[in-house]
């Protein structure tokens, strides 16, 4: 393998571990970085994720430090980053085809069965 492709490949790893971790993470907690329940606060989507990054910046440069082998800082900040560029996108990027098609795709997803209970056929 070149050194090209080496890196490539772990290019490619690397945003497929981050999009691991956000997709189990969006169905372990739900919607709640795009969608919060706002109890408390009442700030956009687009601060609150902005907020969390400032946090995560100021505890490693307080102190807690960005150390080799912790991988969740990073980590973190590559997810905050994508969910900041997801809210940048909006929702006029994707139609409902799109939607149900990833949601049939990665979720055994029948939009018919959702809604009426049975199959098409």
């Not at 490539?8 to 169905?27: P, R, W, Y």
Request: overall charge negative.
């Amino acid at each position: 393998m070149t050194q090209g492709a080496s890196v490539q490949l772990k290019i490619s790893t690397i945003c497929d571990e981050i999009k691991d971790l956000l997709l189990d993470k969006n169905a372990k907690y739900g919607n709640s970085a795009l969608d919060p329940v706002r109890i408390f606060s009442r700030a956009t989507a687009e601060e609150q994720i902005l907020v969390r990054i400032d946090d995560k910046l100021s505890r490693i440069m307080r102190g807690a430090g960005l150390v080799a082998d912790d991988e969740d800082v990073v980590n973190d900040l590559i997810g905050y980053l994508v969910l900041y560029k997801v809210v940048l996108q909006g929702d006029d990027k994707l139609n409902y085809d799109e939607i149900v098609k990833f949601a049939s795709d990665n979720y055994d997803y029948d939009p018919y069965e959702f809604y009426f209970g049975g199959t098409a056929d």
